[in-house]
């Protein structure tokens, strides 16, 4: 504090500011707006054509429908992974702490494959259910499994820190004033876990989106069945059909950020109200 003056204990916001402009910018702004000029190439019959055939719309509706229901899955799992690790100390607290990020570290490609020889018929664990009559490899249920994978540990890392601060008086308080456990439960708890449970949501649903590595391989990527959005880009991709590709890439994203942007207004109205 200087003549009463507040000064940023970090100075250099222009500088600051200027690489996160550039960052954004290369990394993130030139990419989409490449992407919407090469499908600005095609005319609107064009367009419609590449992006709006049914092998397109069985993609869009899987790709939607899988990561909807694997962020969906990760909310409970990854909350009640993040309170437990947060409110109980057991023996191996840690390692389950750290087994959480290896979804992140690990290559997709690899979880891919692993998904696969694990569930075929005769893997470890598709021999189980195979006499079920439950098939797991090569099917959308298999698709849901993996994305399980790959976007648990985003719902997990987002409440873990709210739980951490949520302070464990305010639940005693509520108990001592004759509140029952649920009541306390969806009157004390829930307010403050619905802004960083949508936050995971987004970010699982967000990664399912785009994921491709693993899908792949567990997939068996079969038209109008289990063929996502991501590998019907790379298809045209491969057929040179470059402003194709990017129709197909235009729509998913206009999706995304459509539904995106629904999940954040939820977000912020339960902030607003919270507040």
Aim: charged content about 10%; overall charge neutral.
């Amino acid at each position: 504090m200087s003549g009463g003056v507040n000064q940023r204990v970090l100075p250099g916001f222009g500088i600051s500011l200027g690489y996160a402009v550039i960052y954004l910018s290369l990394l993130v702004l030139i990419p989409l707006v490449a992407c919407l000029v090469k499908a600005a190439s095609l005319s609107p019959s064009e367009f419609q054509a590449a992006a709006w055939t049914p092998r397109a719309q069985a993609a869009y509706a899987l790709t939607f429908s899988v990561s909807f229901i694997a962020a969906i899955i990760n909310v409970v799992l990854g909350t009640i992974v993040a309170w437990t690790l947060v409110r109980y100390r057991f023996p191996g607290r840690r390692i389950v702490d750290a087994l959480v990020d290896i979804p992140l570290a690990l290559p997709t490609a690899v979880a891919g494959l692993v998904y696969a020889s694990l569930y075929v018929p005769q893997g470890w664990l598709g021999q189980f259910f195979t006499p079920l009559g439950i098939q797991v490899a090569y099917t959308r249920l298999g698709i849901v499994l993996v994305l399980v994978f790959t976007g648990f540990p985003f719902v997990v890392r987002t409440v873990q820190p709210v739980l951490d601060d949520l302070d464990a008086e305010m639940e005693e308080a509520s108990a001592v004033l004759g509140a029952s456990r649920w009541q306390t439960f969806r009157r004390v708890i829930v307010p403050t876990l619905v802004s960083p449970v949508l936050t995971g949501f987004a970010l699982a649903f967000a990664r399912g989106l785009g994921e491709y590595g693993s899908v792949i391989f567990i997939s068996s990527n079969k038209i109008f069945d289990t063929e996502i959005a991501p590998m019907l880009i790379l298809v045209r991709l491969e057929e040179f059909a470059y402003a194709e590709a990017a129709a197909i890439a235009t729509v998913l994203l206009g999706f995304s950020f459509l539904l995106l942007a629904a999940i954040n207004y939820l977000e912020w109205r339960s902030k607003r109200y919270g507040g």
